[in-house]
């Protein structure tokens, strides 16, 4: 389990990137032969990913809640992204095969995506007695000053 780290940090990354949330739903439980290889198909992507940095994924993160299942994904580019994607020798080509074949339109399992390109600088990014999280694990994180322009306590105009 990652240490908390006391105080406040920032983002420090000076590259564009793309954030991708991923992810499935539910729509009919008692379907285990559907839902259940969707699901397991994710761990075996993301090890996959975080054993080659050279793929392109910078961190990711899952979530559950209910009837889905979301992660959310740092790739360093949105080539990196397609790349892998459409790999012949990757999991996620074999798991996209299979899905078309055994799920596509019939309901019982549901998958989005969303891709954000996010360029170098053009994101606000706060943590405050938090480990290693979010865009700060993907990348780098650095202690914020007082120089930082939303380090002040809007209620009351205090520097923090």
């Known amino acids: 389990m990652a240490k908390?780290?006391?105080g406040?940090?920032?983002v420090d990354y000076e590259d564009d990137l793309v954030v991708f949330t991923v992810g499935m739903r539910v729509n009919k439980f008692w379907k285990f032969g559907k839902w259940v290889p969707v699901?397991?198909?994710m761990p075996?992507?993301?090890r996959e990913l975080h054993a080659d940095p050279d793929l392109g994924l910078l961190d990711s993160r899952t979530m559950v809640?209910?009837?889905v299942i979301m992660v959310v994904q740092y790739w360093r580019s949105e080539e990196h992204l397609e790349r892998y994607a459409h790999s012949q020798v990757h999991a996620h080509r074999g798991f996209w095969k299979w899905f078309n074949r055994n799920v596509k339109s019939n309901g019982e399992v549901?998958?989005?995506h969303?891709?954000?390109k996010v360029r170098a600088g053009e994101y606000d990014t706060s943590y405050i007695n938090m480990p290693p999280y979010g865009l700060a694990r993907a990348t780098k994180e650095r202690d914020a000053t007082r120089?930082?322009?939303d380090d002040h306590d809007h209620e009351t105009g205090a520097v923090h």
């Open 8 to 10: 406040r940090v920032v």
């Open 147 to 149: 120089t930082d322009p």
């Open 114 to 116: 969303e891709l954000y």
């Open 65 to 67: 809640g209910g009837r």
């Open 4 to 6: 908390v780290r006391p």
């Open 110 to 112: 549901g998958l989005w």
């Open 39 to 41: 699901f397991a198909s």
């Open 44 to 46: 075996k992507m993301l």
